[in-house]
C-alpha cells in the first residue's frame, strides 16, 4: 500500500505570495495522484489529478503540481495566492491495480490579508 | 439536486443510541464510500461498496454497519459507539473502484458521542 507524507501541517502565508504545498509518497512502479481541497465545513473536492502523461498538471483557480517520479514527489504550487485559497489541501496516492486511494494529513493553508 | 448529499450534518447520541447516517449520490457513479476524519490524521476508509456490494472492510468495529440498498444511497448504523468514534464521517462516490477514479465527497456529518 503506499504511504503519503505531508510535510508541513500549516503554511501561513499573504496575499499575493507564492506558495508551495510538498508531498512525497512511497515509490510505485506506477502511481496515481490527487489533491484534495476542503474548505470549512465542507467536504473534499478534487483540485487536480495526475494519471500519466504530462508531469506538470493544472487546476482552474490556478494551482499547479508537477509529479517527480525520482523525488517520489507531488508538490503543489500557486504563484500568487488569494484569500478564498484558505483550506486544508490533502494530497493522495494509489497504486494502478489497486482502489485504496491513501491521503497524507493534510496541510492548512491560511492566507493572511 | 447534484452531487453527493449527506444527512444528518451533525448528531449528537449517546453510547446506549441507535442512530444512521444517510449518504445519497445524483452522479450515475457506481462506487460509494465512507471516510472517517478524525483531526491530525488521514482519512481513514470505512467501507467501500462497489455496485451495491461491499468490496471492502478496513477493519472495522461491528458497531458501524453499512447498507447500500441501491448504487444511489449509502447509509452507515451506529449502535454502542464510544467517545473516540466522535469524528467527521464522509460520504463518497466514484465512477468505478478503479484507483484512477476521482472521489467525490458530501459535506460530511459531524458526530459527537458523549
Known amino acids: 500500500a503506499q504511504s503519503v507524507t505531508q510535510l508541513d501541517s500549516q503554511v501561513p502565508v499573504f496575499e499575493e505570495a507564492p506558495v508551495e504545498l510538498r508531498c512525497n509518497y512511497s515509490s510505485s512502479v506506477s502511481v496515481y495522484l490527487f489533491w484534495y481541497v476542503q474548505y470549512p465545513n465542507q467536504g473534499l473536492q478534487l483540485l487536480l489529478k495526475y494519471l500519466s502523461g504530462s508531469t506538470l498538471v493544472e487546476s482552474i483557480n490556478g494551482f499547479e503540481a508537477e509529479f517527480n517520479k525520482s523525488q517520489t514527489s507531488f508538490h503543489l504550487r500557486k504563484p500568487s495566492v488569494h484569500i478564498s485559497d484558505t483550506a486544508e489541501y490533502f494530497c493522495?496516492?494509489?497504486?494502478?491495480?489497486?482502489?485504496?486511494?491513501?491521503f497524507g494529513k493534510g496541510t492548512k493553508l491560511s492566507v493572511i490579508p | 439536486e447534484t452531487g453527493v448529499t449527506q444527512t444528518p450534518r451533525h448528531l449528537v447520541m449517546g453510547m446506549t443510541n441507535k442512530k444512521s447516517l444517510k449518504c445519497e449520490q445524483h452522479?450515475?457513479?457506481?462506487?460509494m464510500y465512507w471516510y472517517k476524519q478524525s483531526a491530525k490524521k488521514p482519512l481513514e476508509l470505512m467501507f467501500v461498496?462497489?455496485?451495491?456490494?461491499?468490496?471492502e472492510n478496513n477493519s472495522v468495529p461491528s458497531r458501524f454497519s453499512p447498507e447500500c440498498p441501491n448504487s444511489s444511497h449509502l447509509f452507515l448504523h451506529l449502535h454502542t459507539l464510544q467517545p473516540e468514534d466522535s469524528a467527521l464521517y464522509l460520504c463518497?462516490?466514484?465512477?468505478?473502484?478503479?484507483?484512477?477514479?476521482?472521489?467525490?465527497f458530501g459535506n460530511g456529518t459531524r458526530l459527537t458521542v458523549t
Open positions: 493522495a496516492a494509489s497504486g494502478a491495480g489497486s482502489y485504496q486511494l491513501t
Open positions: 463518497a462516490s466514484s465512477q468505478d473502484r478503479g484507483s484512477w477514479s476521482p472521489l467525490h
Open positions: 461498496y462497489s455496485l451495491e456490494e461491499r468490496v
Open positions: 452522479l450515475g457513479h457506481n462506487a
